[in-house]
């Protein structure tokens, strides 16, 4: 039996993927009514707008926002391109050459971590056919395995190498790594193009892109700095939850140029304050931060290991957090759990107190430049971002009115990742993006909704055209025509409606006039127009109708 010709009830009925929504009249036109106010304050600003593509390869993502980030390794939604195991692999050979230059004890054991993986994400690709099997690639996994294996055995026992061994073998991986060979030789001559480009992702969130597009339509030979702005999509893949979707909604903006002048972070911050204003949401926190530079933050972050592997602290980490004071010690200081908010907030050193003396000229400038706009904030020096590439300024602003996802908007600056994507030296950046979907909940909250939606659901059609007998019909056409080339939002019954079921329809579209025309209107050429609101009705010659509604608006 054919899909149409079963029943009903056994046909199959889509839903929207899980943490996918659609957003449905009114409330659209509340998101739409969001959007204008947005791009007004924005643009009083001096911010353009800027459209980037919803995907892009993945590596740039794994390289501007970190491989090693939660969004990077758990959340992106790859094309499916190339298989799993290969993309994963990709990731980790990427995430290895960033390990970077960090103490030694580190070094090392990041690089087992990603090793262990990747060899183990190789073996997967073999398996399954999707890594070429060749003598080379037999041959690189293999020097891998063993490697893995004996220098895992080494730094369990304890080892006593010097650093000189360690650096050697990390070069070596890196070599062996770079020399697997992805393609086989079949799939690059067998013809689809698609199959030759590299892997895309799509986006989670917008940053990279507009770096990117920065670097690539060469922004920086414009003068001044760029100002930019972008409304639309993300994804991620997030467990879903009130208020965090796996396709969201982001408004963000972006400045990117050759000052790092605090008055720019806080003239975006004031930005931001405005929009908030503008929505009738008051109940928020500006919360400000800085996270140092490449200078003083990798000494901040080994004093805090230091302080987080004392066991009496330690001991009473979580396991996630525990985990972290090897990979990541500062996201310790972002962790929600109960029990580690005390540590936290009295056990740990604060970076604040440790930044460089121009990291420390910066925040205090900034807040200066704060208080010059009247914008409150507190600082929390917990301000750490989830993303890789912040440096000094972090900003976010949460609102008690939203639940658990309490953040409206995150941002901070990002001096050095143009460079870190191929750009010219020097350029600066700061941005933040604020979460769409969020703000219309706290609109919402903050009553204005009720009165945004209002102001489109009441109104949405000014006439209502209510044609009876083919006589009428050319007629109502073309005035219909004519009163939305005037803008008005006009109904045009598809089929003749009796007088009492059209005027019961208008009724409860909500529109504001009704313009009959019968028989007698065509015979007369004087139309009836009645209004709703108070049942009021009059008669207006055909040639008047459009004078008539111009002053009726
Ligand atoms: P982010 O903090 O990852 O920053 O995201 C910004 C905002 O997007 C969050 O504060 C939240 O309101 C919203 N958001 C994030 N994930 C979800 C989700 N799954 N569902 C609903 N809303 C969500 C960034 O994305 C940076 N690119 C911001 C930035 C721009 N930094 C510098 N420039």
Redesign the pocket.
């Known amino acids: 039996m054919t899909e149409a010709a079963k029943p009903e009830s056994e046909r199959r009925k889509f839903r929207a993927i899980k943490g996918t929504r659609d957003i449905l009249p009114p409330d659209s036109a509340l998101w739409n009514w969001f959007e204008k106010t947005a791009r007004s304050v924005m643009e009083s600003f001096n911010f353009g707008e800027i459209r980037t593509p919803i995907f892009e390869e993945t590596e740039l993502f794994a390289r501007a926002i970190g491989a090693d980030t939660d ?1 990077v390794a758990k959340e992106v939604f790859t094309l499916q391109a190339r298989p799993e195991s290969v993309q994963r692999a990709e990731l980790l050979r990427e995430a290895i050459h960033r390990i970077g230059d960090v103490k030694h004890e580190l070094r090392v054991t990041r690089l087992l971590q990603h090793l262990t993986v990747f060899v183990r994400y190789l073996q997967i690709a073999l398996q399954q056919g999707h890594l070429p099997k060749d003598a080379a690639n037999l041959h690189n996994v293999g020097l891998l395995e063993r490697g893995l294996k004996e220098a895992g055995q080494l730094w369990k026992s304890g080892s006593t190498q010097p650093e000189s061994y360690w650096n050697g073998l990390f070069e070596k991986v890196k070599r062996i790594a770079d020399d697997i060979r992805f393609e086989s030789a079949e799939r690059t001559s067998g013809v689809s193009e698609l199959d030759l480009e590299p892997t895309a992702s799509l986006r989670p ?3 990279a892109s507009v770096v990117r597009a920065y670097v690539e339509h060469r922004l920086d030979t414009r003068p001044g700095d760029q100002k930019l702005y972008y409304i639309g999509p ?1 994804f ?1 893949r ?1 467990r879903p939850q009130k ?4 396709q ?1 909604y ?1 408004i ?1 903006a ?1 400045v990117l140029g050759t000052s790092d002048a605090p008055a720019i972070d806080a003239e975006l911050i004031e930005m931001l304050t405005v929009l908030l204003e503008r929505c009738q949401i008051e109940k928020y926190t500006l919360l400000i931060n800085s996270i140092g530079c490449a200078d003083c933050r990798p000494k901040y972050v080994e004093l805090l290991r230091a302080e987080l592997r004392k066991p009496e602290i330690f001991e009473r980490l979580g396991a996630d957090s525990k985990r972290r004071v090897e990979t990541n010690p500062l996201r310790v200081m972002d962790s929600k759990l109960p029990e580690e908010q005390e540590i936290i907030d009295t056990k740990l050193p604060k970076i604040s107190e440790h930044l460089c003396a121009d990291c420390k000229t910066h925040y205090e400038k900034l807040k200066k430049e704060l208080r010059l706009r009247a914008v409150p904030f507190t600082e929390s020096p917990r301000l750490v ?3 890789d590439y ?1 440096m000094r300024t972090t900003f ?1 602003i949460t609102s008690p009115i939203l639940g658990a ?1 309490n ?6 600056r ?1 001096d050095g990742l143009v460079e870190l994507l191929g750009g010219p030296k020097g350029i600066k950046g ?6 769409e ?2 703000f219309i909940d706290a609109i919402q909250e903050a009553r204005l909704g009720e009165q945004a939606t209002k102001i489109h659901a009441v109104r949405p059609v000014d006439v209502f055209v209510a044609w009876m007998g083919e006589r009428a019909y050319p007629t109502a056409v073309r005035l219909a025509r004519v009163l939305r080339g005037e803008k008005h939002a006009v109904e045009l019954p598809p089929e003749e409606l009796k007088f009492r079921k059209a005027l019961e329809r208008a009724d409860k579209m909500g529109a504001r006039y009704v313009l009959i025309i019968g028989d007698d209107e065509i015979a007369s050429g004087q139309l009836t127009v009645k209004r709703l609101a108070d049942g009021k009705q009059e008669k207006i010659a055909e040639e008047a109708v459009v004078d008539y509604f111009r002053g009726a608006r």
């Open positions: 969004v969130e917008a940053t993300m991620r997030e208020g965090r979707y796996r969201f982001q963000g972006e971002r989830g993303l912040y976010e996802q953040a409206l908007c995150g941002g901070g990002y700061i941005g933040f993006a604020l979460g979907d969020r």
